[in-house]
């Protein structure tokens, strides 16, 4: 069973940029993907995210060009670097680990608050 561990959230102002990384007890290599999902209170789940273990990124079209994931050399640890973030980003971003068999588990979920 994979364990997902998830940096801390936080809080920025509209503009601001912010950080979060998902650490796995297994490596990418050996899944197929990992990502970040998102949701706010009163919404549907959305993919934000993902990065498969032959590095093929995928975003939601709202974050395009101001998210980008990544991942540490041993595939491990991934990293979504979330600039110039908006009101509409404030959700809670949860982190996902998905096998080869489409079978996903996912972290605690993380707050991401934007606002001035």
């Known amino acids: 069973q994979v364990q997902l561990v998830e940096s801390e959230g936080g809080s920025v102002q509209p503009g601001g940029s912010l950080k979060l990384s998902c650490t796995s007890s297994?490596?990418?290599?050996?899944?197929?993907?990992m990502g970040w999902y998102r949701q706010a209170p009163g919404n549907q789940r959305e993919l934000a995210a993902m990065?498969?273990?032959?590095?093929?990124?995928d975003y939601h079209p709202a974050v395009e060009g101001r998210f980008t994931i990544s991942r540490d050399n041993a595939g491990t640890t991934v990293y979504l670097q979330m600039n110039n973030l908006q009101p509409e980003d404030a959700n809670v971003y949860t982190c996902?680990?998905?096998?080869?068999?489409?079978?996903?588990?996912w972290g605690r979920g993380i707050q991401v608050t934007v606002s001035s």
């Open positions: 996902f680990a998905r096998n080869q068999n489409a079978e996903e588990v």
């Open positions: 297994i490596s990418i290599f050996e899944l197929d993907a």
């Open positions: 990065i498969t273990w032959s590095d093929h990124t």
